[in-house]
Nanobody, 123 residues
Framework: QVQLAESGGGLVQAGGSLRLSCAAS????????MGWFRQAPGKEREFVAG????????QYIDSVKGRFTISRDNAKNTVHLQMNSLKPEDTAVYYC????????????????WGQGTQVTVSS
């Protein structure tokens, strides 16, 4: 069983930046893809970004392209989400996820989920 723990959320003004981190409790044998989702109040959970185990394939939701960057450090079992030029509509609980492929991440069919970290962007 792999446990994921997010950190780095908080309150920031519009235009500011935050860096989310997700630490896996142990390295998975199946070389999982990793990703981030978010869920705003009253809305469904949505895919934000995903990265293959090798880092060679990355996908973003259109609304964050050019502002968010996903990266991973397999030696440390961590994945990061650098969020720049934040907007009030980015306010949500952000969840880390691990799955067999980036496609599975995009579809939301992850094998493992974190507990989430709150990101609040004030206008």
């Amino acid at each position: 069983q792999v446990q994921l723990a997010e950190s780095g959320g908080g309150l920031v003004q519009a235009g500011g930046s935050l860096r989310l981190s997700c630490a896996a409790s142990k390295r998975t044998d199946s070389r999982h893809a990793m990703g981030w989702f978010r869920q705003a109040p009253g809305k469904e959970r949505e895919f934000v970004a995903g990265i293959a185990w090798s880092g060679a394939f990355i996908q973003y939701i259109d609304s964050v392209k050019g502002r968010f960057t996903i990266s991973r450090d397999n030696a440390k079992n961590t994945v990061h989400l650098q969020m720049n030029s934040l907007k009030p509509e980015d306010t949500a609980v952000y969840y880390c996820a691990a799955a067999g492929s980036v496609g599975s991440i995009v579809r939301g069919t992850a094998d493992y989920w974190g507990q989430g970290t709150q990101v609040t962007v004030s206008s």
